[in-house]
């Protein structure tokens, strides 16, 4: 349709264009019928112009709007997405304050109880020490104690007496 309203267009230039001239004028002599038939087809060919231009400009509106409400939702996931990201950023930050806080306190704990294991076996090391101090201060007075009825047992001139119960024992293993 615009083609033809275009042509019509056309035609009447064409036709002002090819018009006689009037002496002594600028003004021009066409043929009046003949321009008010091409008037007359550009007037009829224009309302559906002006309607398919009005279409197109309803059309128009519609694909904004419809771009615009895409855009909207387009908008309001993104800042839902950014919310449950922004969320779960929270929650791995918190995750992560909350592991590391379980793993000094796992490495208190374990200090703790290396300290509190080194005193229990400084403690028994101690004990089993003074045990062994006690048994070698008994084996020294049992040496002791040998020593002095050993200088008992002694006869002038260096022999030993025997005992019968040492005779007795050196008889039966011979």
């Known amino acids: 349709m615009a083609v033809e309203v275009h042509e019509k267009l056309g035609e009447l230039a064409a036709l002002v264009s090819g018009a006689r001239g009037v002496p ?6 066409v043929d009046r019928e003949q321009l008010l038939a091409l008037v007359s087809e550009v007037r009829r060919l224009l309302p ?4 398919q231009a ?7 509106d519609e694909v904004l709007a419809a771009a615009r ?6 908008l ?12 779960a950023q929270a929650v791995t930050k918190a ?15 374990a200090k703790r109880l290396r300290v509190d294991a080194d005193a229990w ?4 090391l101690s004990d089993f020490e003074e045990e062994l101090d006690r048994l070698k201060q008994q084996a020294h007075r049992g040496r002791d104690r040998l020593k ?10 260096g022999a030993t007496a025997t005992s019968p119960e040492t005779s007795e024992d050196e008889s039966a293993s011979s």
């Open 24 to 29: 002594l004028s600028s003004s021009v002599m």
């Open 48 to 51: 559906a112009e002006v309607q």
């Open 54 to 60: 009005g279409d197109v400009l309803a059309q128009r």
């Open 69 to 74: 409400s895409d855009a909207d939702q387009v």
């Open 76 to 87: 309001a996931e993104a800042r839902e997405r950014a919310e449950e990201l922004v969320d």
């Open 95 to 109: 995750s992560r304050e909350r592991a590391d806080h379980i793993v000094l306190s796992a490495r208190d704990e």
């Open 121 to 124: 076996v400084d403690r028994k």
């Open 148 to 157: 002095v009825r050993g200088g008992e047992d002694e006869v002038p001139g």
